[in-house]
């Protein structure tokens, strides 16, 4: 079944950014398990004189709304209500002050608020405005009244240029973003089961340097780990993402100030950073692809090549997911990650071992060598296993949806008392 996206434009420069939202959406078919979408836009009249109905008409596939469909008979039923009850989501990008303070009150003098009032479905907001406009306390007042509504999500603005050359908070977030936001929130319906809580993520691969140029590592280039960070924070928890090889990564970062990044290089310094963070984590994940073995020597001037040894010594390096469980209180949950390669028997059973032997929660075992699920991959499949035998196998599925997948399965599957200690 298609997911039904709503999406609400206000007047404003960030509007055409929306274009590309809804673009994506409507592109969006029945492919590597995702469902596909139909996406309505609204536009209010201020919004029609920045990109026209028929730029979002002919991205979405399907007429754009106006005022003049609102207050103009020609539907069996008013349109605000029909349009109100088929949404599943509703996007309002971006969101002026004036819309703002119209949403915050309750009011409705056109199709877009109508609409808004007419629907129960969770709704995401994307504001843009001048960095003045933004500061004013009574913006603030209604931004701050409405996320207090459970309904009510949001994506605050980002802090740059804007387009009336003023330097501040203001700018809407990127289109990326806000399509991540838009998948986690179809996934989840709103469900909001890790407000309060702290969970601590780590992503990426570590690299360990023979000199300043030279470095073992591996491919890994914490897509998974950060769909992580993102479905969590999204479900309301305060995150932090431990990201290895952190400047390399062109991922879409959480920009809450409720996730945290603190990126890392070597396997040391993740130890170092895990160790610091985790006793104050409620759930840890650590999806991170660390090295195993380091040089035995660093040289802190470039090696010539003529001098390059043709055998390197090796130093094993520490296991940081065994050494986080031997610190681990009983009402921690401590879930860690294995990138394997064989048949789909092999790595399950491998993952089995691993999952006693480091005394960790549960276990999320992934084939490598598969071409959708390797590294650098935007799709993954997985193999979850808890401590108490229960196991299962996702689809095909976005790195997103699998990260949901996992909560979902830690909520479901781990040892009840533990999960309500930490109310997973």
């Known amino acids: ?4 996206i709503l999406i609400g434009v206000s007047g404003g420069i960030a509007s055409y950014k929306v274009c590309e939202v809804v673009s994506t959406l409507a592109k969006q078919g029945d492919r590597n398990n995702q469902s596909s979408s139909e996406v309505r836009v609204i536009l209010t009249q201020a919004a029609t004189e920045f990109v026209t109905p028929l730029t979002f008409a002919t991205l979405s596939r399907h007429a754009a709304y106006t005022d003049s469909d609102f207050w103009h008979p020609g539907h069996g039923r008013p349109l605000h209500i029909e349009l109100g009850e088929w949404a599943d989501l509703l996007l309002l990008a971006p969101v002026t002050a004036n819309t703002l303070a119209k949403l915050a009150y309750g ?8 609409t808004v009032l007419a629907s129960r479905c969770p709704v995401l907001m994307a504001p843009a405005m001048n960095a003045t ?21 949001a994506i605050a603005p980002g802090s740059g240029i804007l387009a009336c050359d003023a330097v501040g908070a203001g700018r809407m977030a990127e289109p990326a973003e806000i399509l991540t936001y838009i998948e986690s929130l179809l996934w989840t319906r709103g469900k909001r089961d890790l407000v309060g809580k702290r969970v601590l993520v780590s992503a990426g691969g570590t690299r360990e340097f023979l000199d ?10 914490g897509k998974q780990g950060i769909a992580i960070a993102h479905a969590a924070l999204h479900r309301g928890a305060d995150v932090t993402l431990v990201l290895g090889n952190a400047e390399a990564n062109k991922q879409v970062l959480p920009t809450s100030a409720n996730c945290r990044v603190v990126g890392v290089v070597s396997s040391a310094q993740m130890h170092q950073t895990m160790r610091q963070e985790f006793g104050n984590a409620d759930l840890t994940i650590m999806s991170a692809a660390v090295g195993d ?3 035995a020597h660093y040289n802190d001037r470039k090696t010539p090549k003529s001098q390059l040894p043709t055998s390197l010594p090796l130093d094993p390096i520490a296991d940081i997911l065994a050494d986080l469980s031997a610190r681990k209180r009983s009402e921690q949950i401590l879930v860690g990650f294995a990138a394997q390669t064989g048949t789909e028997a092999e790595v399950v059973a491998i993952a089995q071992q691993k999952l006693e032997a480091k005394g960790i929660d549960a276990i999320a075992v ?16 997985a193999t979850f296993l808890a401590t108490n035998g229960k196991q299962t196998t996702t689809p095909l599925c976005s790195k997103l949806e699998l990260a949901h997948r996992l909560l979902d399965f830690l909520t479901e599957h781990l040892n009840p008392e ?3 200690s930490v109310k997973l």
């Open 133 to 153: 406009m933004w500061e004013q306390s009574t913006v603030q007042q209604n931004w701050c009244h409405l996320l207090a509504n459970e309904r009510y999500f």
């Open 107 to 114: 009011m409705a003098d056109n199709l877009l608020t109508n």
């Open 418 to 420: 533990q999960c309500q």
């Open 1 to 4: 079944m298609a997911n039904r």
């Open 366 to 381: 992934n084939q490598v060598d598969r071409p959708q699920t390797g590294f650098a991959s935007d799709t993954n499949q």
């Open 293 to 295: 073995v380091r040089p």
């Open 212 to 221: 300043p140029v030279r470095f073992i590592g591996n491919p890994a280039t």
